[in-house]
């Protein structure tokens, strides 16, 4: 048996290995033709559709494990496939193969007074790293998308989903030597133990780009606080709903709702109703019977519970919680002015509403708030690749560097320029 | 006296406050209006053009102390001002009032099916820190173009150009209070002590987005190593010229002449010449000989030297050597796709040239390498962003993260999303 520290030098060459073979698929994939890397992601979906009895049976060892294990429900419903699951996991496959490649799109162009003429365009980024938990749909999800906009994928799926990620994994590798490409395209790493984690946070030599955490908040945490190379994520979602005096009242509540209550447990769920003083005394009671209605718990501020009394009195803990759940907390503010405020204060920068007519609050609002979304008359539940003609998209970022908001595939991309000349030569 | 250990803390200290200071002034500089920025950028260069005389006295102590230092020449020419210096810095001011203000920018909008209008919007990126050696100008230089584009900058000067800076400096701070925007959004750490530099590495507690080094190499090896936040910087600038084939060989001459002897101190001078072998016979010694007698020394392959034996042997080591000097190393390659393999093995990524008349080896070439710059037909020496029409640019970005190639004011913002609706709520 090995000792510890061996297990450990272990990981570090298994790892380092791994980080070599992605950066040495990086130039076939970057050069491959659109085509071909089509067909190569049709052969993944078809091999998921041929393989879906063994990736459910690799899924009834994970389970059992996790049960045995005692994962919560949550955590166990997370884990578990059944054939809708798998076939949404092909059909998401399909929708990235139908996606146009932005390898080599030009994203834009002039010429210059001495005739040279400048194109900026678009490169695969690098090799990508994804640190998930407990879904299996991320390996081929994440997999797939990476590889669509050419960039070499390493897969550190969580411990309790080993077996169905690998069944997953395997289909994925098939579909690439089906048509010749790097089997290193998209490497699932085949070690559970943490200090692989560890590696891939401290960039394999060199050999990893970026990393995208998927799962919960604790996992964001480690990994924005630990990599030493950039990560594409958010830590949490609190976003904001922000009634103007000018709003529409039916709109408002309807919106509130359905930022709110749609689905509690998403990123782009409202978590903080902010209501305009002027129109507190008649908009405020409408959305919160509402919401309350619908199920919602409300924690207000003093001033608020004046005017509602059923609700519970929110601490200033409320402000910056992300309840994932059916809570929201309520404040009241002096116009567009005091939402900025406070949102500038409070927020995680993710996604903030207004609901107005009144243009020039609008365009406050737009311009004075710094997070990833702003929408105006609509709900923060659109906070979504899919939702903004992006495709399948492989998170949600509220860094500001590279990549923020919705990561899509264009989003995977860099650029490059390319200069035309006749025989320039610089004076 | 203080004790190592005292001033140690105190520059902790101060580098926070510096670091809080800068992230308080960005949400005002990012709402400043172009023209309100404009105004402080001319009063920025009319301070400098009133307190010439003080600069320059500055500067002379600056000089005195590197005199006794014993700075080399070429460190006590780059840290030397004259008048027709500060009137080019002055000049590079005004330039950057005038470039177009890219924060606002709609740089893409759509329309979704249910009626949502989405935009993307270009914002400031956040707090930048520059870290620079002898040369006084980029106090300025550095200092308005993070300004123009919204950004709060954290300028730390090297200690031998620090009384030089702090004038310079000065004069950047009353063009800021002669319109009411925050002091701190152009700020010069007052600490010459290295320690300062290491505080920013560390990322000021988060109040640094990204580090931008503008220095020698050890510099910049020294900052994208250590470095916790992003870097925007080229180590160095390993750029090929290769002629093929099909190239016109008078074009050919003029192009290498260019590309290694017009200035050969800058990153964008070419330090290896790869050539065809199906035209080595006619083409290498018409280069090597103009090449020769605009007195460039020649380092070749034991090939290239048998069509050209006054050329010294190159080493192994000379494929990954930035001379900056009047030296270039020779290989003889076959056609494009050698051309191709040489470069993705020694190239810094940063520029490389093709010339050449047959359209099939300058897409392959276009296509397969992955440097920031790829130009057919023209010097490596336009890799700059003036002469890519970007106006005053802040240094040249070989990695692919946000920002590649020229990095100037477009490349020093982000971006957010606005979504107009008109009560949409989602399924």
């Not at 406050?364 to 997070?371: H, N, V």
């Amino acid at each position: 048996m090995l000792t510890k520290s061996e297990q450990r030098d272990d990981i570090v060459a298994i790892m380092a290995g791994i980080g070599r073979k992605a950066r040495a698929a990086a130039r076939p994939l970057a050069n491959a033709p659109t085509a071909l890397k089509n067909k190569a992601l049709a052969a993944m979906a078809d091999a998921i559709v041929r393989d879906e009895a063994a990736i459910l049976e690799a899924n009834a060892i994970d389970l059992a494990n996790g049960e045995e294990a005692g994962l919560t429900p949550a955590m166990m419903d997370r884990l578990k496939l059944d054939a809708g699951r798998i076939k949404a996991i092909v059909a998401g496959i399909r929708e990235i193969a139908g996606l146009q490649d932005p390898v080599g799109d030009v994203i834009a162009e002039w010429d210059r007074p001495n005739g040279l003429k400048i194109e900026r365009v678009r490169t695969p980024l690098g090799v990508i790293g994804v640190i998930y938990e407990s879904r299996p749909n991320v390996t081929a999800d994440a997999g797939a998308l990476c590889f669509k906009a050419g960039n070499p994928v390493i897969l550190r799926a969580g411990s309790d989903s080993a077996n169905s990620s690998a069944a997953i994994h395997a289909c994925m590798v098939e579909g690439l030597k089906s048509v010749g490409l790097p089997e290193a395209s998209i490497q699932l790493v085949p070690v559970t133990d943490r200090a692989a984690v560890g590696e891939m946070l401290k960039g394999l030599d060199g050999n990893l780009d970026v990393i995208v955490p998927r799962g919960g908040k604790s996992l964001v945490a480690r990994v924005q606080s630990e990599a030493r190379v950039p990560v594409f994520a958010h830590l949490e979602g609190i976003c904001h709903l922000y009634i103007d005096r000018s709003a529409d009242l039916d709109m408002a509540v309807k919106i509130a709702v359905n930022a709110k209550m749609r689905r509690t447990g998403i990123c782009g769920a409202a978590e903080t109703l902010l209501v305009d003083r002027a129109v507190a005394k008649t908009h405020l009671a409408p959305i919160l019977d509402a919401l309350a209605k619908a199920g919602c718990a409300i924690r207000a501020s003093e001033e608020a519970r004046a005017l509602w009394p059923a609700a519970e009195q929110a601490t200033d803990a409320d402000w910056t919680t992300e309840y994932l759940d059916a809570i929201i907390s309520v404040a009241l503010v002096d116009g567009v002015g005091g939402a900025i405020d406070h949102i500038e204060t409070y927020s995680s920068h993710h996604t903030e509403a207004i609901v107005a007519d009144d243009p020039a609050a609008v365009e406050r609002f737009f311009a004075e708030i710094d997070s990833a979304i702003l929408l105006h008359n609509a709900s923060t539940q659109f906070a979504d690749g899919g939702e903004f003609g992006m495709g399948a998209e492989i998170g949600i970022a509220t860094g500001k560097m590279h990549a923020r908001g919705p990561v899509g595939v264009e989003q995977l991309t860099s650029f490059k320029y390319r200069v035309r000349g006749t025989g320039q030569v610089r004076a």
